[in-house]
Every structure is written in C-alpha cells, then in structure tokens.
Nanobody, 124 residues
C-alpha cells in the first residue's frame, strides 16, 4: 500500500517561508508525477504545483508562481514544496498527491494516492 506523509506545516507570519516535505512509501516513486494541492475553508481543493517523474518539468498555479518551488529527490522518495513570501491567502491545508503518470498532471482526478494533509497558517 502506498502511503504519503506530509510534514513541515505550521504557523508563519506573512512574508515568511515554510518548506513542506512529503515522504512516499513506494518502490515506484520515481515513476510518479507528484503534486501539491491546497484547500482553504469553503473553497475547492486546487493544485498549486506539480512535478513530473524526473523533476525536469514543473507546473505552478498563477497564484504561487515566483513564490513557491516544487522539487523532488527520487533517491529519498520525497517531494518538497518551498514556500516563500507567504501571504494570508496561502492559509490552507496542503496535500501531497501521487499520479501514476509520466506527464505533468494538475487536475485532482489524475491523482490516485493522497496524503493526510498538513495545515499552513499565515498570520498578519
């Protein structure tokens, strides 16, 4: 069974930084596309960043371009989300997800495995 475990969430002031990590228990990690999604209260879950199997291609939502960076370490079965210049509107539960896909998916139905989520709260 594939498990995804996020860590690194917490409370940070606006303008600050956080780094999320997602450890994946799967021998096939290097063949997965990985995504970071977020869901704020009362809002739909959205993809903020995605990375293809090799790390050579990435996707970012317009709202986080230039502030967030997704990366992966296939030797460690881990994907990261570096979040800089955080804004109040970045407050949400952040989820890591894996897609059995050699492309660069960014829609929820394309992702099969999900983590439990980690809370990110940005304060003023």
């Amino acid at each position: 069974q594939v498990q995804l475990v996020e860590s690194g969430g917490g409370l940070v002031q606006a303008g600050g930084s956080l780094r999320l990590s997602c450890a994946v228990s799967s021998r096939s990690f290097s063949s997965y596309a990985m995504g970071w999604f977020r869901q704020a209260p009362g809002k739909e879950r959205e993809c903020v960043a995605a990375i293809n199997w090799s790390g050579g291609d990435t996707y970012y939502a317009d709202s986080v371009k230039g502030r967030f960076t997704i990366s992966r370490d296939n030797a460690k079965n881990t994907v990261y989300l570096q979040m800089d210049s955080l804004k109040l509107e970045d407050t949400a539960v952040y989820y890591c997800a894996a897609a059995i896909n050699y492309g660069l998916p960014y829609r929820m139905p394309e992702y099969f495995y999900w983590g439990q989520g980690t809370q990110v709260t940005v304060s003023s």
